[in-house]
Each structure stands twice: as structure tokens, then as C-alpha cells.
């Protein structure tokens, strides 16, 4: 168990007692409904890309290439945008800006790719989103933690960042593929992500009110 670096004392419980915290804390399960929203959508749009990728017959080296080049794009832009920007926005702006940026993109990519559902669109608006998940995002929902006890943090936060992310994950792949098998479109396939993207808006400015309001109180 983690100990208090202060006090020596252990924190104990486990998975269940992440589970009962996050139950229990509205807080604690917004967060987990953001990183559900999060990595859904995010499977989603891998799913999409790889149906547009087979659909352009690329050759396997032509392939690998292709997705070097956009991990080359991801991980520059994500040190550029983190180093120079990410900081400065938080610090000026709080972390409600942050927290709205990836669902923002996502609807934005969204609509770009029913509007033009080619490879190119696609590939844009992933790294875009990807960029700012990195930079942006990560570093936020991180500060999140900041204003919880220590049981709270150190419990449902290694809960979200295990079995919410991957059942996020599951639950993206069992979408997309419950809307492929009715005979989707690739815009449709895209459009589908708007309204778990509104949701997932809607969880963000939520917590970014209610994590402002703890931050006060703390101080008071």
C-alpha cells in the first residue's frame, strides 16, 4: 500500500474501495465519465481510421510509413504545444479551457469528416486531437486530483487510469461495431461520436466549476 511521506501511514483497500470512493464521490465520477468518453471516442476514430486506411489499399510498408509519419507529427507537436503553450493557458486561464478542448475537437473532427469523409480529413483532425490530449488534456485531468484527499487520489485514480481508460476502450470497439454491422457510412460512422462528445463537454465544464469551487475552498 502507498504510505503518507509524511505520517508513515499506509492507505490500504483496494480495487473495491476505489470502486465504493468513485460511487460515492460525484466528483471522482465525472472524472471517470470523462476518461470513458475520452478513450471511447478516441477508439472510435482509431476504428474509422483503420476502415479508411484499408479502403486506400495501401501496401504494409506503405502503411507503416503512413503511421510513423502521424506518431512523428503527434509526439513533435505535443512537446511544441506542452512546452510553449500548455502551461501559460492553464496558469492564465484555469483548467476548464484544458478540459474542453478534446471534446471540442472531437465534434469539430466529427463534422469535418461527414462533411468530407476522406483519409485526409480523418488523419488532421486525429492528430489534432491527439496533440491536444497530450499537451492539454492529460496534464489537466491530472490537476483534478489536486483538490481530493489522499484516499481519494490514490485509489480511484489508479481505478480510472486501469479499468475505466481500457472500458473505454471496449465499449468504443463494441459501438463502432454494433453501428458498422447496420450498414453505417463512413459519415455516419463519424456524426455518431457528436452526442457522447456533447456529453463529455458537458462532464468537463462541470468538473472545471466544481474543481474552481474546491480550489476556493481550500483556501478559505
Given at each position: 500500500?502507498?504510505r503518507?511521506?509524511?505520517?508513515?501511514t499506509?492507505?490500504?483497500?483496494?480495487?473495491?474501495?476505489?470502486?465504493?470512493?468513485?460511487?460515492?464521490?460525484?466528483?471522482?465520477?465525472?472524472?471517470?465519465?470523462?476518461?470513458?468518453?475520452?478513450?471511447?471516442?478516441?477508439?472510435?476514430?482509431?476504428l474509422?481510421?483503420?476502415?479508411?486506411?484499408?479502403?486506400?489499399?495501401?501496401?504494409?510498408?506503405a502503411?507503416?510509413?503512413?503511421?510513423?509519419?502521424?506518431?512523428?507529427?503527434?509526439n513533435?507537436?505535443?512537446?511544441?504545444?506542452?512546452?510553449?503553450?500548455?502551461?501559460?493557458?492553464?496558469?492564465?486561464?484555469?483548467?476548464?479551457?484544458?478540459?474542453?478542448?478534446?471534446?471540442?475537437?472531437?465534434?469539430a473532427?466529427?463534422?469535418?469528416?461527414?462533411?468530407?469523409?476522406?483519409?485526409?480529413?480523418?488523419?488532421?483532425?486525429?492528430?489534432?486531437?491527439?496533440?491536444?490530449?497530450?499537451?492539454?488534456?492529460?496534464?489537466?485531468?491530472?490537476?483534478?486530483?489536486?483538490?481530493?484527499?489522499?484516499?481519494?487520489?490514490?485509489?480511484?485514480?489508479a481505478?480510472?487510469?486501469?479499468?475505466?481508460?481500457?472500458?473505454?476502450?471496449?465499449a468504443?470497439?463494441?459501438?463502432?461495431?454494433?453501428?458498422?454491422?447496420?450498414?453505417?457510412?463512413?459519415?455516419?460512422?463519424?456524426?455518431?461520436?457528436?452526442?457522447?462528445?456533447?456529453?463529455?463537454?458537458?462532464?468537463?465544464?462541470?468538473?472545471?466549476r466544481?474543481?474552481?469551487?474546491?480550489?476556493?475552498?481550500?483556501?478559505?
Amino acid at each position: 500500500p502507498r504510505r503518507n511521506t509524511a505520517t508513515g501511514t499506509p492507505v490500504g483497500g483496494g480495487a473495491w474501495a476505489a470502486l465504493r470512493l468513485l460511487l460515492t464521490s460525484p466528483y471522482l465520477a465525472a472524472i471517470a465519465i470523462y476518461v470513458l468518453f475520452l478513450t471511447g471516442t478516441g477508439t472510435l476514430a482509431y476504428l474509422l481510421q483503420a476502415r479508411l486506411v484499408a479502403a486506400e489499399g495501401l501496401t504494409p510498408v506503405a502503411r507503416t510509413a503512413l503511421f510513423a509519419r502521424i506518431d512523428l507529427f503527434v509526439n513533435a507537436g505535443a512537446a511544441i504545444t506542452q512546452a510553449l503553450f500548455a502551461g501559460r493557458v492553464m496558469t492564465r486561464f484555469g483548467i476548464g479551457p484544458a478540459l474542453l478542448l478534446s471534446p471540442i475537437l472531437t465534434i469539430a473532427g466529427a463534422l469535418a469528416v461527414g462533411a468530407a469523409p476522406r483519409l485526409a480529413v480523418l488523419l488532421a483532425t486525429s492528430v489534432a486531437r491527439r496533440i491536444a490530449e497530450y499537451a492539454v488534456s492529460a496534464p489537466a485531468r491530472q490537476i483534478l486530483f489536486t483538490v481530493v484527499s489522499r484516499e481519494e487520489k490514490y485509489k480511484p485514480k489508479a481505478f480510472i487510469d486501469t479499468v475505466i481508460f481500457r472500458g473505454g476502450d471496449v465499449a468504443g470497439s463494441w459501438a463502432f461495431t454494433a453501428i458498422a454491422r447496420q450498414g453505417a457510412s463512413v459519415p455516419l460512422l463519424a456524426l455518431s461520436a457528436i452526442p457522447v462528445a456533447i456529453a463529455w463537454l458537458a462532464v468537463a465544464a462541470w468538473l472545471a466549476r466544481r474543481h474552481e469551487r474546491q480550489v476556493v475552498a481550500a483556501r478559505l
